[in-house]
Structure formats: C-alpha cells, structure tokens
C-alpha cells in the first residue's frame, strides 16, 4: 500500500492533494499517512496472530498523534526514557504493555517505570540490575525483567545502527547473562520473566535474525529448566524497508521466521515480543518542502529548498538514501540532475545528489520514507524552528503538532541567567 500517488498531475497522500496541505500549514512540513501506519500494524499484529505482543519502538516518530494511532489498534511500546513513557500515556497508550530499553536508565525512570507498572525492563548491565534490585525493594514491588543478550552477530547493516556485535555497547554477553540469571536467588525484587536481544536496524535480510535466536534460545531452555519463569523473548526491532533498491523480507516472513525458530527450538509456547519502529512508521511519512531557488555552477545544478539537515538529519549522518520526487507531475517535461541541498551552513546538508527532476523555484518537492526517524531526530539548529507535522486520514487532515515559533527558539533562556544561589 501506497498513500503517495499522482493525481490529476500533481502529488496526494491519501486523498489530500500536499499542494493544499502547504498552501495551509507552510513548509518544510512532515505529512503522515493514517490508514498506512494502521495497515503497517496490522500485518505485524495479524502475522503474530496471538502469539506475542508488537511494541512500537517510540524512538522513531513520538508524535502523540502516531502513539494514540497505534495505541487504539492495541499496540504495545518499546521505550527508551522517561519522556517516551510519559508520551505513551498522555496518548493514551496502556504502560502495561510497555518495555523498557536502553543502557543508561537514571533511577527516577526507573521509578516512574515501576510505579507505572510497565510490562518489562530490559536490562543491559549487570550495574543496572543492582540498581532495579535496590529500587524494586524501597518500592515494595517485584519488577519484570528481560536481560538484553548481546548475541554477537553482524547485522550487515550501517555501523552506526548495527547492535549486536562484541563490540557494540548494547546488551551482555550470552555466557555473562547465564551466570546472572543463575544468580536469581540473589535478587529477591526481580522477576526473570523474558529474554531480550536487538542485533540492529535497518535490516534487508533475515539470516541475522535466524542466527540471533539459535544463539539466544538454548538460554531460554537452560533458564527454564533451572526453573526460571522466562515467559517471552523480545526480538527487538531492526526490520528494514526499501528506500532505494533494497529487497527486505516481508513481514509475514519475517515474523514467520521467528515463529518457525521458537517451534524448533521446543519452545512454541514462548511469546514474541517486537519491538518494530522503522517497518511501522518510515513508508508512511514524507517531509514536504518548497525549493526557494535554483542555482547552476560549471560542475551541478542545485535546488535548494526550505527543508535542512535540521529537519532531516538521516541523508547527512548516516549517507542514507531517501528519494525525492516532484509534487507536481513531471510528465515528459525535460529535467535535470540536482543536487538537493537545505540552507544549512554545513556542506553536509544535502538531502541527495544527482536527483533527476524538473523543477521550477516555489515548487514543492517531497523527501519520501520520512516517518522514522526524521522529526524525531530534528533540532533546530542554525535557529530554525522546527517544522510542523500533520496527518492525513482519507481526505482529512491535521495539524499534529504545529510549527514551532520564533520566540520558541528561546524558551527556557534569557539574557542575565537566573539566579542560583
Ligand atoms: N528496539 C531497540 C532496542 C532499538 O535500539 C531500536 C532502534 C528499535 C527497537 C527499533 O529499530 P527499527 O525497527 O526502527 O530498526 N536513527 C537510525 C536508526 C536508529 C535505530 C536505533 N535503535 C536511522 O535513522 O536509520
């Protein structure tokens, strides 16, 4: 399914034409596409059936709109601070179906986790239990906890998004959480109810998965059969889309996969826990953006647009390709090959080289597969406020977050300081 169609000569998604979209809200702008997110979920949750739970990972679109959308179709969340927690609530979003990530939980979210009565903390230190431990017993309570195996497989992915490995920061080495499972006794506030792993993000193949869990399931059944509650295994997020030319698995595949590993594995009856961001939210999101002028040297021709690395960092720090289209249907007109650049004083502010398109100054433009990771890793440097988002529901849209004003910029400051004592 696609939300982003011709129509008529110009560029929909949904049934909104972006034109009306810009003409209302301005540019740069990031415009999602409802009934996408709500069908990436479903063939998530259909494909797990009811063997597990589909914790959207929140770190790649928080927006309260996007949370609350998933949120009504049943989901649970994978967070990774206080602030993803507290968002997953004001959505609406239940915290008994959320797990907790990430290798350096402060004590007061682990607190706040707690009270809350979250679903898992997946742990990542040995120091960390310790601190869960000591926390879980001044609270009087017993907490869930998964520990994050680090399985030491190559994701075959970017560096900086790949987990799994030795020498990545993420998780514990298999043989270390044995001992620290083995050592239950010692930790009388926790609950070992899972396993947890995430080898990394933006995956095109499934043998990385296949291997992690042949590393991680023979745990599960030494754990088991020293008498270890282990319910579930969180397999993590990592599912990759095509952004180019890539040929990732389906999700039916992919989730069929891991089914077909726990039943090898004598373990049908374990739960599976996911932990997608990018599956679920990428395809569905566009950053729109209107090129304010267009500029030729002897070597390129540059279209440079009101959209920057600000807005959109993906294309200047990790070298990703996301495509680039034309709002208005360029049909047979002729085009050129533009370097698509933002107005950020970086030479690293460039959304992508040698784009074929047709172009004319105060056209719109479209920077595809936006939805993960694309506001959600928006600054405002430079002094730019950061841009409005909007959803799209058929032929409705709203704003879902408005465009951060000029005196935004500097909330929180002030020439003289406050007085601290
Ligand atoms: N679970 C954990 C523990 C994670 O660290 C991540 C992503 C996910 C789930 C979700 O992974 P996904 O399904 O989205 O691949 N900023 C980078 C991606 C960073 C991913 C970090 N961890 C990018 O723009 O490509």
């Known amino acids: 399914m696609d939300a982003l169609n011709y129509r008529h000569g110009e560029l929909f998604v949904e049934d909104v034409a972006l034109a009306r979209i810009a003409e209302a809200v301005g540019t740069p702008c990031y415009v999602y596409a409802k009934n996408q997110l709500s069908a990436a979920y479903r063939a998530f949750a259909t494909a797990l059936g009811g063997h597990g739970l589909v914790c959207y990972a929140v770190k790649a679109n928080s927006n309260l709109a996007i949370l609350a959308t998933f949120a009504a179709l049943g989901a649970g969340f994978d967070i990774v601070s206080a602030g993803e927690l507290e968002r997953v609530i004001a959505a609406g979003g239940d915290p008994r179906r959320v797990v907790f990530s990430g290798v350096g939980k402060t004590a007061a979210e682990i607190e706040r986790a707690l009270a809350c009565d979250i679903k898992c903390f997946n742990v990542e230190s040995p120091a960390e239990l310790e601190r869960l431990e000591a926390i879980a017993g001044r609270a009087g309570k017993s907490a869930p906890v998964s520990l994050r195996v680090n399985p030491d497989v190559d994701a075959g992915t970017h560096p900086y998004i790949a987990t799994g490995l030795k020498e990545n920061k993420f998780g514990i080495p298999l043989n270390e959480a044995a ?16 396993v947890d792993c995430h080898i990394g993000s933006q995956l095109t193949d ?178 730019r406020p950061r841009a409005a988002e909007v959803l799209v529901d058929g032929a409705r849209f709203r704003v879902v977050r408005t465009r951060e004003t000029l005196a935004d910029l500097w909330r929180g400051e002030s020439v003289s300081g406050a007085e601290t004592g």
């Open 179 to 194: 001992a620290l499972y083995g050592d239950a006794a010692r930790y009388p506030h926790l609950r070992f109810v899972g």
């Open 206 to 383: 499934l043998r990385p998965f296949a291997d992690a869990l042949d590393r991680v399931l023979p745990l599960v059944r030494q754990l088991r059969a020293q008498g270890l509650p282990v319910e579930h295994v969180d397999v993590g997020g990592g599912l990759g889309i095509r952004y180019r030319d890539e040929r990732p698995p389906g999700v039916a595949a992919y989730v069929g996969q891991m089914r077909e590993r726990l039943v090898a594995h004598g373990l049908a009856d374990l739960s599976l826990l996911l932990e997608p961001g990018r599956a679920l939210v990428a395809a569905a999101g566009t950053l729109l953006a209107r090129v304010e002028y267009l500029k030729s040297t002897d070597t390129r021709h540059f279209a440079i647009i009101d959209a920057g690395m600000n807005d959109l960092i993906r294309p200047a720090l990790y070298g990703a390709f996301q495509a680039i289209q034309a709002v208005r249907d360029p049909g047979d007109a002729p085009t050129l090959d533009y370097d698509v650049v933002g107005p950020v004083c970086e030479s690293a502010d460039v959304f992508g080289r040698g784009r074929r398109l047709h172009l004319a100054p105060g056209d719109l433009l479209v920077v595809r597969d936006a939805g993960a990771y694309g506001f959600a890793m928006s600054s405002q440097y430079n002094s």
